[in-house]
């Protein structure tokens, strides 16, 4: 019984004695943590570009720079105001596009400082 004590006291004496050492080495070895904020906004962006129609509409968006209407985007590309509103929506949301009001009107127009910070080039891709 009294051997068994020791072996713990001895792993509480080396578990002390040793304390610094096992410090320095987990923190050599740590993996560096990004923002999970960063991550979430990467989700949205990959979910947003997970639709062919969207990613149509993100060339379109990037090749027409002027004001880009719900009817305009919707008569170029063959679809109704109605689908194009959704998926601007989840681009939106996204950040990938910016969307301005002008009378009754909405324009849309891209955020290339979104895709900048975390899909550099691929604008350039279209």
Same mark, same amino acid.
């Given at each position: 019984?009294?051997?068994?004590?020791?072996?713990?006291?001895?792993?509480?004496?080396?578990?002390?004695?040793?304390?610094?050492?096992?410090?320095?080495?987990?923190?050599?070895?740590? =993996?560096?943590?990004?923002?999970?904020?960063?991550? @979430?906004? +990467?989700?949205?962006?990959? &979910?947003?570009? $997970?639709?062919?129609?969207?990613?149509?509409?993100?060339?379109?968006?990037?090749?027409?720079?002027?004001?880009?209407?719900?009817?305009?985007?919707?008569?170029?590309?063959?679809?109704?105001?109605?689908?194009?509103?959704?998926?601007?929506? =989840?681009?939106?949301?996204?950040?990938?596009?910016? @969307?301005? +009001?002008?009378?009754?009107? &909405?324009?849309? $127009?891209?955020?290339?400082?979104?895709?900048?910070?975390?899909?550099?080039?691929?604008?350039?891709?279209?």
């Amino acid at each position: 019984m009294r051997s068994c004590g020791n072996a713990v006291f001895k792993a509480v004496l080396f578990n002390r004695f040793d304390f610094k050492k096992r410090e320095q080495y987990n923190s050599s070895m740590m =993996i560096k943590q990004y923002s999970s904020i960063n991550d @979430v906004k +990467r989700v949205k962006i990959f &979910k947003a570009l $997970s639709e062919i129609k969207r990613i149509e509409m993100i060339r379109y968006l990037y090749h027409h720079r002027d004001s880009n209407t719900c009817g305009t985007i919707g008569e170029s590309m063959g679809m109704d105001k109605s689908n194009v509103s959704y998926h601007l929506k =989840i681009l939106y949301e996204a950040d990938l596009v910016s @969307v301005t +009001r002008m009378g009754q009107n &909405k324009c849309s $127009s891209l955020r290339e400082d979104t895709f900048t910070e975390f899909l550099p080039g691929f604008l350039d891709s279209l």
